[in-house]
């Protein structure tokens, strides 16, 4: 019951799909025969991420769970032979990025499986292998108290594919996860293992941190955790324009430990309504409760969520269950942990002539009234259902080269269903890009793990520094051995 009113506000931050543009428009895209149906190939040496139409012919995948010396060298050797054979190669963990990001066209696909990680409570940090996810340091952090300080809502993602995305989450008053990276070992792509920090190497540790793992192969990580806690909500219904002033607010209060919003989606009165969620700690902080899985109640929501698709009054009565009923049945107390040991698959829609597509962005809190105008424009006019949006707080980050949060941003995670068709791949990539040119226009930025629809003016606009970002990569991997789809359409173009 506890979780409820979390639960159900923060469905929709779910799986996505769909081809970019380029590659709608490719004649070797394949479709249904006789039918305008987007299918992706499939086969032994094709991989593809969550989005289930990244599909890229691969030469090879491998599994690899060898820790310490033996990962090193394990990498270092494919490394030695994908130059040798001129074939790329990239490193991924749950591929849950949608535009192939973690796939190497024609090169040596490497997924990561955890290897082990430890507590230093005396530092408040833990030392993990680079491939655990964050289920996995859940499960060792809460029986000893602790909980990570800063990772995304759900649970499924790798911890180097946090800092190689640099992920934010919804603890405040953080920024992203990166900012709470101690050190990271990694391999360049010449096969040095050269140790990085915000002290030490720093411009490889600012290059990688939400470098799509074109920097190095992350080996493991020292990463900080907080005491976990028991929490108790608070909800704040409002009008969208006074969002902000709230949220500040709530971020300043040292009390809030975590704090995320939503907003209205029906067509008609589309982003009108706020609801913002804080929770403080409780005065009992004794004998915390295991961090729980998903409940029947989580399932119960999904498929609330889900019932939204082409009905806009079950958008009002979801709206109207959160604002009212989430209030009263899901007001009582949950720790830290459980609410971030939320898996993916919770939010799955199971149909396959749909799919999720997740957008985000990011404004300053002071230009939060432009972007409320410019998604009431653009989004309710297109042909996509929008089910859901999260909004969240990072703070300013100065270290990433590619940040997306050079101010402090108010980010918005939105989840769109999309008919699986290529009239709604195209109409998803038209919106994507009309939506872009609308945040950058307001000194905003969007996220780099999901579609690749941004052209890359775009891209240049965003990232002021993306073209740097690419100098460096070029330097340290002038034959361009570690590389995956972000680089191909976008980077290597620059
Ligand atoms: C349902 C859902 C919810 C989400 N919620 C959030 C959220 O709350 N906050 C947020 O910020 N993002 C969120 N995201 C985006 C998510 O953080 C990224 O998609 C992230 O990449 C997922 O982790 P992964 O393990 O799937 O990474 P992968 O897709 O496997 O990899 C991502 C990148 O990391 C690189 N990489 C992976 N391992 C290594 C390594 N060992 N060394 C070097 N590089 C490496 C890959 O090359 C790739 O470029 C969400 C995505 C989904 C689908």
Same mark, same amino acid.
């Given at each position: 019951?506890?979780?409820?009113?979390?639960?159900?506000?923060?469905?929709?931050?779910?799986?996505?799909?769909?081809?970019?543009?380029?590659?709608?428009?490719?004649?070797?895209?394949?479709?249904?025969?006789?039918?305008?149906?987007?299918?992706?190939?499939?086969?032994?040496?094709?991989?593809?991420?969550?989005?289930?139409?990244?599909?890229?012919?691969?030469?090879?995948?491998?599994?690899?769970?060898?820790?310490?010396?033996?990962?090193?060298?394990?990498?270092?050797?494919?490394?030695?032979?994908?130059?040798?054979?001129?074939?790329?190669?990239?490193?991924?963990?749950?591929?849950?990025?949608?535009?192939?990001?973690?796939?190497?066209?024609?090169?040596?696909?490497?997924?990561?499986?955890?290897?082990?990680?430890?507590?230093?409570?005396?530092?408040?940090?833990?030392?993990?292998?680079?491939?655990?996810?964050?289920?996995?340091?859940?499960?060792?952090?809460?029986?000893?108290?602790?909980?990570?300080?800063?990772?995304?809502?759900?649970?499924?993602?790798?911890?180097?594919?946090?800092?190689?995305?640099?992920?934010?989450?919804?603890?405040?008053?953080?920024?992203?996860?990166?900012?709470?990276?101690?050190?990271?070992?990694?391999?360049?792509?010449?096969?040095?293992?050269?140790?990085?920090?915000?002290?030490?190497?720093?411009?490889?540790?600012?290059?990688?941190?939400?470098?799509?793992?074109?920097?190095?192969?992350?080996?493991?990580?020292?990463?900080?955790?907080?005491?976990?806690?028991?929490?108790?909500?608070?909800?704040?219904?409002?009008?969208?324009?006074?969002?902000?002033?709230?949220?500040?607010?709530?971020?300043?209060?040292?009390?809030?430990?975590?704090?995320?919003?939503?907003?209205?989606?029906?067509?008609?009165?589309?982003?009108?309504?706020?609801?913002?969620?804080?929770?403080?700690?409780?005065?009992?902080?004794?004998?915390?409760?295991?961090?729980?899985?998903?409940?029947?109640?989580?399932?119960?929501?999904?498929?609330?969520?889900?019932?939204?698709?082409?009905?806009?009054?079950?958008?009002?009565?979801?709206?109207?269950?959160?604002?009212?009923?989430?209030?009263?049945?899901?007001?009582?107390?949950?720790?830290?942990?459980?609410?971030?040991?939320?898996?993916?698959?919770?939010?799955?829609?199971?149909?396959?002539?749909?799919?999720?597509?997740?957008?985000?962005?990011?404004?300053?809190?002071?230009?939060?009234?432009?972007?409320?105008?410019?998604?009431?424009?653009?989004?309710?006019?297109?042909?996509?259902?929008?089910?859901?949006?999260?909004? *969240?707080?990072? &703070?300013?980050? /100065? #270290?990433?080269?590619?940040? $997306?949060? @050079? +101010?402090?941003?108010? =980010?918005?995670?939105?989840?769109?269903?999309?008919?699986?068709?290529?009239?709604?791949?195209?109409?998803?990539?038209?919106?994507?890009?009309?939506?872009?040119?609308?945040?950058?226009?307001?000194?905003?930025?969007?996220?780099?793990?999901? *579609?690749?629809? &941004?052209?890359? /003016? #775009?891209?240049?606009?965003? $990232?002021? @520094? +993306?073209?740097?970002? =690419?100098?460096?990569?070029?330097?340290?991997?002038?034959?361009?051995?570690?590389?995956?789809?972000?680089?191909?359409?976008?980077?290597?173009?620059?």
């Amino acid at each position: 019951m506890k979780k409820l009113s979390r639960r159900v506000a923060l469905l929709g931050v779910g799986g996505a799909v769909g081809w970019g543009l380029s590659g709608l428009l490719r004649p070797d895209l394949p479709t249904y025969a006789g039918t305008n149906r987007l299918v992706g190939p499939s086969g032994e040496n094709i991989l593809d991420d969550a989005s289930g139409l990244s599909a890229t012919p691969i030469h090879k995948h491998l599994h690899v769970s060898d820790s310490d010396q033996a990962l090193v060298e394990r990498i270092r050797s494919e490394l030695a032979e994908a130059r040798v054979a001129k074939r790329p190669l990239n490193v991924g963990a749950a591929r849950h990025s949608m535009g192939a990001q973690a796939i190497p066209r024609k090169g040596t696909a490497i997924t990561f499986e955890n290897a082990g990680i430890e507590i230093d409570s005396a530092n408040q940090s833990f030392r993990a292998h680079a491939g655990a996810r964050w289920l996995d340091v859940i499960t060792t952090l809460d029986p000893k108290g602790w909980s990570p300080k800063v990772m995304q809502s759900n649970n499924d993602f790798g911890l180097a594919a946090t800092y190689s995305v640099n992920a934010h989450g919804w603890p405040v008053p953080y920024g992203p996860m990166g900012s709470t990276v101690r050190s990271v070992r990694m391999v360049l792509p010449s096969g040095e293992l050269v140790t990085c920090s915000p002290t030490q190497n720093v411009d490889l540790f600012n290059l990688g941190m939400g470098g799509y793992g074109l920097i190095g192969v992350v080996i493991d990580m020292e990463v900080e955790m907080v005491k976990n806690s028991r929490l108790t909500p608070t909800f704040e219904l409002m009008d969208a324009s006074d969002f902000t002033v709230n949220y500040k607010k709530a971020i300043e209060d040292s009390a809030v430990k975590m704090a995320y919003g939503r907003l209205n989606v029906e067509r008609e009165s589309f982003f009108q309504k706020a609801l913002l969620i804080t929770y403080r700690e409780t005065n009992d902080q004794e004998k915390l409760p295991v961090a729980g899985g998903s409940g029947w109640m989580a399932h119960a929501a999904s498929r609330l969520y889900r019932a939204q698709l082409g009905n806009e009054t079950f958008k009002s009565f979801r709206w109207w269950n959160e604002t009212r009923v989430g209030p009263t049945l899901g007001g009582g107390e949950v720790t830290r942990n459980s609410l971030i040991n939320e898996p993916v698959i919770t939010l799955d829609d199971r149909n396959p002539d749909r799919t999720d597509i997740l957008h985000e962005y990011f404004v300053g809190l002071d230009a939060f009234g432009s972007f409320l105008e410019a998604s009431r424009e653009v989004i309710p006019a297109s042909y996509q259902e929008f089910l859901n949006v999260t909004l *969240r707080y990072v &703070a300013q980050d /100065d #270290q990433s080269v590619l940040s $997306y949060a @050079r +101010v402090p941003r108010v =980010a918005a995670v939105m989840s769109f269903s999309q008919e699986l068709t290529h009239r709604g791949e195209a109409d998803q990539a038209r919106m994507t890009r009309e939506l872009i040119d609308r945040i950058v226009e307001i000194g905003g930025t969007y996220y780099l793990p999901y *579609r690749p629809h &941004a052209t890359i /003016d #775009q891209l240049k606009k965003a $990232y002021p @520094r +993306v073209e740097e970002f =690419a100098r460096a990569k070029r330097q340290l991997d002038p034959e361009l051995v570690l590389c995956n789809n972000f680089w191909d359409q976008y980077l290597g173009q620059l």
